[in-house]
T-cell receptor, first 112, second 120 residues
Framework: AQSVTQLDSHVSVSEGTPVLLRCNYS??????LFWYVQHPNKGLQLLLK??????LVKGINGFEAEFKKSETSFHLTKPSAHMSDAAEYFC??????????FGKGTKLSVKP | EAQVTQNPRYLITVTGKKLTVTCSQN?????MSWYRQDPGLGLRQIYY???????DKGDVPEGYKVSRKEKRNFPLILESPSPNQTSLYFC???????????????????FGPGTRLLVL
């Protein structure tokens, strides 16, 4: 991917409601795309990845993402938010140099 | 346990005093990388290495050096730190390069716990 754009810097939901974190990419080739999560004062953990197999990717902790080539999107969703989901989420694409291109992150807040 | 370790985890230093942040992985990964994370900017790659003695600049290499003398270690060196290098630093490793594995998962990067650096 040449670029990755996370459309929201901050998303706030209530516990038990759905989560949608939006990500768009641009790429001249078939990209690999990832979602990473960073909990406060912790390192990054891989949630899920898309590498040209199934377009609907299931990850850990009930998260999933759908690769939509027509919309150049890879949005992250979860049917029901938990308090423990509060964290920062990064959409990531593979660069042409074998490196990773990070989005700027979306902070997810979960209200009781 | 498979992991990426970084040391130190926290460091306060003064302008111009050389420092090294170590990074080590025990997964026999070929690809290692350093990132810095700053509020509102996400993670930006500083340097990466595709194998022993093979290193290259990332997006923000100015003011940093790296070396890859052994496969498991990839230290980040700040020869003359400045306040604009105050940041949170992450080391990462993977078996292969992103996008090259054909779905084999080799490109999954494993991140260290981070090093928080303050340069006064």
């Amino acid at each position: 991917a040449q670029s990755v754009t996370q459309l929201d810097s901050h998303v706030s939901v209530s516990e038990g409601t759905p989560v949608l974190l939006r990500c768009n990419y641009s790429s001249s080739y078939s990209p690999s795309l990832f979602w990473y999560v960073q909990h406060p004062n912790k390192g990054l953990q891989l949630l899920l990845k898309y590498t040209s197999a199934a377009t609907l990717v299931k990850g850990i902790n009930g998260f999933e993402a759908e690769f939509k080539k027509s919309e150049t999107s890879f949005h992250l969703t979860k049917p029901s938010a938990h308090m423990s989901d509060a964290a920062e989420y990064f959409c990531v694409g593979d660069g042409s140099q074998g490196n990773l291109i990070f989005g700027k992150g979306t902070k997810l807040s979960v209200k009781p | 346990e498979a992991q990426v370790t970084q040391n130190p985890r926290y460091l306060i230093t003064v302008t111009g005093k050389k420092l090294t942040v170590t990074c080590s992985q025990n997964m026999n990964h070929e690809y290692m990388s350093w990132y810095r994370q700053d509020p509102g900017l996400g993670l930006r790659q500083i340097y990466y290495s595709m194998n022993v003695e093979v290193t290259d600049k990332g997006d923000v290499p100015e003011g940093y050096k790296v070396s890859r003398k052994e496969k498991r270690n990839f230290p980040l060196i700040l020869e003359s730190p400045s306040p604009n290098q105050t940041s949170l630093y992450f080391c990462a490793s993977s078996l292969g390069l992103a996008g090259t594995s054909g779905g084999a998962g080799q490109e999954t990067q494993y991140f260290g716990p981070g090093t928080r650096l303050l340069v006064l």
